[in-house]
Nanobody
Framework: QVQVVESGGGLVQAGGSRRLSCAAS????????MCWYRQAPGTQRELVAS???????NYADSVKGRFTISRDNAKNTMYLQMNSLKPEDTAVYYC??????????WGQGTQVNVSA
């Protein structure tokens, strides 16, 4: 199995910044894509950003120019640098990891609250 642990959530004022981390461990042979999703109360989980093992990134339109996804393949860790945060960014942020044998592993989520 793959264990996925997110960290870095908390309360931040609008306009501020926060950095989330996601660490993968266990049977992580062949990690390919790592993704950040988020889910606000009463809404569906949405893809925020993704990054391939080769560093190709993709972002939701709502976060382009404000969020930056990165990863350290040697540490099996992914990051999400969030700048210029808005109240609408408030959500639980989840990490999703895809590996050769476990194509869909999720963390428990980390809460980000952005106050106006």
């Amino acid at each position: 199995q793959v264990q996925v642990v997110e960290s870095g959530g908390g309360l931040v004022q609008a306009g501020g910044s926060r950095r989330l981390s996601c660490a993968a461990s266990g049977q992580i042979f062949g990690i390919s894509v790592m993704c950040w999703y988020r889910q606000a109360p009463g809404t569906q989980r949405e893809l925020v950003a993704s990054i391939t093992s080769g560093g190709i990134t993709n972002y939701a339109d709502s976060v382009k120019g404000r969020f930056t996804i990165s990863r350290d393949n040697a540490k099996n860790t992914m990051y999400l640098q969030m700048n210029s945060l808005k109240p609408e960014d408030t959500a639980v942020y989840y990490c999703n990891v895809r590996t050769t044998y476990y194509p869909n592993s999720w963390g428990q989520g980390t809460q980000v609250n952005v106050s106006a």
